[in-house]
């Protein structure tokens, strides 16, 4: 990989974005960002806390201003939250200044890994597998259309879906 580009993981909740965006910043020695971190530091407040008292529709007028301002820097590798993409500004800001991957993974494995998770603002309700399967009709066209790459994180290793983007993104463009 020439040079400290950007790259940009988005993808549904539970797919691995974080995990993976510090295994992939670690190989390829840049600096790791996470969105929604970005954003509770900023605050002082849990992103479900954010939802609480200003709804989805505040919460995603900081998330858009988050990855505007973040997708301005360089070398970083960004894991954004599952909903940036909603935004017309934040696709365009990420798929115009950084290689976007888009991580794919199943309902099966988003409820897996988030079942847990108690500060998934979205999910917690009586049927999150049904929220889970809307959310992706309605968002994996979003992930699509930006992607400049799509790797499956359903049966893989962190280190190998990292690997496979960091092989992925060596090859020459088509």
Known sequence: MKGKRNI???GP???GKTTIGKQLAEIL??????SDHELEERTGAPIDWIFDIEGEEGFRVREEKIIEELTQRQGIVLATGGGAVVSDKSRNHLAARGVVVYLET???QQLER???DKRRPLIQNDNPK???EDLMKSREPLYTEIADLTVATNISSV???AKEIVEL???PIA
Do not use: N, P, W
């Not at 020695?29 to 996470?34: A, N």
């Open 8 to 10: 940009f993981l988005v």
């Open 13 to 15: 909740m539970g797919a």
């Open 29 to 34: 020695k840049l600096e790791f960002v996470d």
């Open 106 to 108: 199943s309902i099966e």
């Open 114 to 116: 988030t079942r847990r």
């Open 130 to 132: 049904d929220t889970l």
């Open 159 to 161: 280190k190998s879906v």
């Open 169 to 171: 993104m060596e090859q």
